[in-house]
T-cell receptor, first 120, second 113 residues
């Protein structure tokens, strides 16, 4: 159980285009999903928290107009990198918390496999 | 400023021996700690956690030790198996029910058959 699917696993795009990354919880409901970014030899850095039915909460320094997040259902959150540039090339990974575990105070996040974005 | 530090980027251990992965933190507000394991091309998977009210938590071959005064925790794997070869991330949060995890950079463990 607790599987998170992230798609695509790899994308190569031209500078100026937009790229959409999907994150799905396959066997549980998630009111909250998270988007991370990882640069080489660096730790996972939280970009934003995606809340079902409401606006995402962005971490300091993350441009909300650049990284559009939509969480329209309890099982799907999307991250759109708009007008991508080479400096946006990175590894993006999503995670989700199981709604059924929230009352247990278990701070376990289930991660997708990540998306490697390369902007040419 | 890294609040969670894993100072060893890599570690090699012989199969059957003990693997000890270390993690230090600077934020004294952290009170819940987790270890995640990551294989190539997969997302991190939860391994084990510990609350600051404990100093040890054990799950099979995996034991996490917490030294609050030193702001240090460690993950022990014994006996180590080749399948344990992965990147291990230490993460910390304030409040077990909180969502905001702060991760270390990870330590790549190689278990040699």
């Amino acid at each position: 159980g607790a599987v998170v699917s992230q798609h695509p696993s790899r994308v190569i795009c031209k500078s100026g285009t937009s790229v959409k990354i999907e994150c799905r919880s396959l066997d549980f409901q998630a009111t909250t999903m998270f988007w991370y970014r990882q640069f080489p030899k660096k730790s996972l850095m939280l970009m934003a928290t995606s809340n079902e039915g409401s606006k995402a909460t962005y971490e300091q320094g993350v441009e909300k107009d650049k990284f559009l997040i939509n969480h329209a259902s309890l099982t799907l959150s999307t991250l759109t990198v708009t007008s991508a540039h080479p400096e946006d090339s990175s590894f993006y990974i999503c995670s989700a918390r199981d709604l059924g575990e929230l009352t247990l105070a278990k701070n376990i996040q289930y991660f997708g496999a990540g998306t490697r974005l390369s902007v040419l | 400023d890294q609040q969670v530090k894993q100072n060893s980027p890599s570690l090699s251990v012989q199969e059957g021996r003990i693997s000890i992965l270390n993690c230090d933190y600077t934020n004294s507000m952290f009170d819940y700690f987790l270890w995640y394991k990551k294989y190539p091309a997969e997302g991190p998977t939860f391994l084990i956690s510990i609350s600051s009210i404990k100093d040890k938590n054990e799950d099979g071959r995996f034991t996490v030790f917490l030294n609050k005064s030193a702001k240090h925790l460690s993950l022990h794997i014994v006996p180590s198996q080749p399948g344990d070869s992965a990147v291990y991330f230490c993460a910390a949060t304030i409040g077990a029910g909180s969502y905001q995890l702060t991760f270390g950079k990870g330590t790549k463990l190689s278990v040699i058959p």
